[in-house]
């Protein structure tokens, strides 16, 4: 009935405002709004899928790839701006730690993943959901937990960034391999993917926080380049220049370079590859000087920066699960106990492993949240750039609410047990 719709909606929505005044349960409040967009979603799925606008004279699709990109490249921008140019430096007392924590990263979780995956029987496409989470980096959630928690907080900083750099290079060899039969995966394309979805962001916040410290003049300096940046960046987006690449050889050269000339812009002598990786750096740079400069101007800026990467994970949970809302009718309860499993599975190895490895207990329990919580954000992304959101995006959407359930509790029990030895 539409009334007990509503009446479900307006219920978790209470329960999402009303947790911020218990502060016991403040730290589940991001989860319960992931509740209200999951709820919202499959009840009213229509209203998540595309918009009518101007008595149908414009039509939007949620699911739009530039508008996906753009919000997660957001979401990974506002995560960036809580790390620090010192986060990617590996002091000698932690170089061990950060090897067994990346090693087990990213060989448990993706080896995880396909396993239930195989033994659940998923259908292709949702099964590579699950593998992609498990090849997936950490995330900003375990640094939160690990500080929850009271673990080892610079290991935990360290493992997120320097696994966020490997990302580009590990998680599509994974995918190749564990799922290249489920869904089709290019090794360098993905490559690409994240590192628009990923690197270009995280490297603007860092460009960033390099402003803040550097001297005037070279600050100047960095914003003259960036100015030049930003000249390229707006001719690329309007379509002024492009890669030379659109020009190719054979009988229609000739017609092949009037027509780009005429609808794509000039060529410039370089190929699409280059191009990409230019018009990626260019980006980069504007968004870094121009955050930089708002910054100056509105210091508390970067106070709602971690909001607004929530408000675009959000967005996310609520578009894939409008879009998979028939496959989470079918198998919503057993994908939900697989996302439990994993992330079970990966903090019992990741602790575990991690003591069998030497490392003292508090390292341990960071490596553990490192390797449980995964980039959920990251894994939504790359199944929108895929085309496969309601089917491979299925398992992001899934999990990134559970792990933060699951990783909250873990650290709230962790924090009433603070660690004794030394070990």
């Not at 809580?82 to 090693?103: H, N, P, S, T």
């Not at 960033?208 to 914003?223: E, G, K, S, W």
Request: contains cysteine.
């Amino acid at each position: 009935m539409p009334i007990i719709k509503v009446l479900a909606v307006v219920l978790v929505v209470c329960l999402a405002v009303g947790l911020r005044f218990v502060p016991a349960l403040r730290t589940y409040q991001f989860t319960a709004w992931i509740m209200v967009s999951v709820v919202a979603s499959m009840l009213y799925p229509e209203w998540f899928l595309a918009w009518s606008l101007w008595g149908g004279r414009i039509e939007f699709d949620l699911r739009n790839k530039k508008l996906a990109l753009l919000v997660i490249q957001f979401v990974m921008f506002g995560m960036g701006t809580q790390m620090r140019l010192q986060d990617f430096l590996i002091g000698e007392k932690m170089a061990y730690g950060v090897a067994v924590g990346l090693l087990l990263q990213f060989t448990v979780m993706p080896l995880v993943g396909f396993t239930i995956a195989q033994l659940c029987g998923f259908d292709p496409e949702i099964g590579a959901g699950i593998v992609l989470v498990g090849c997936c980096s950490s995330g900003l959630a375990s640094n939160v937990m690990t500080y929850i928690a009271r673990g080892n907080l610079p290991l935990s900083i360290t493992l997120t960034a320097l696994a966020t750099l490997m990302a580009p290079a590990v998680t599509p060899a994974w995918m190749k391999v564990l799922a290249g039969a489920e869904v089709e995966v290019t090794y360098f394309e993905m490559m690409m993917q994240i590192v628009m979805i990923v690197i270009v962001p995280i490297g603007a916040a860092m460009l960033h926080d390099l402003l803040r410290q550097v001297t005037p003049r070279v600050r100047t300096f960095i914003v003259s380049l960036a100015a030049i940046a930003i000249a390229w960046w707006l001719a690329s987006t309007m379509g002024w220049i492009a890669p030379a690449a659109t020009v190719t050889d054979g009988a229609h050269a000739d017609a092949m370079a009037s027509q780009a000339l005429a609808a794509k812009g000039f060529g410039i002598g370089m190929s699409p590859v280059l191009f990409d990786l230019v018009a990626a750096l260019t980006f980069a740079v504007t968004l870094g000087v121009v955050y930089h400069g708002i910054t100056r101007m509105w210091a508390d800026v970067e106070k709602v920066m971690p909001v607004v990467s929530m408000v675009g994970i959000i967005f996310f949970v609520t578009i894939t699960t409008a879009a998979g809302r028939d496959d989470l009718l079918k198998i919503g309860l057993v994908l939900t106990l697989a996302a439990a499993a994993h992330n079970t599975i990966g903090y019992v190895l990741g602790y575990w492993l991690s003591r069998l490895c030497g490392l003292d207990a508090s390292s341990a329990r960071t490596v553990a949240l490192e390797v449980g919580l995964q980039n959920g954000g990251m894994a939504s992304g790359l199944a929108s750039q895929m085309g496969k959101l309601a089917t491979v995006g299925l398992a992001p959407a899934v999990f990134s609410p559970w792990m933060n359930v699951s990783g909250s509790l873990l650290a709230n029990h962790w924090r009433r047990r603070p660690v004794v030895d030394s070990r």
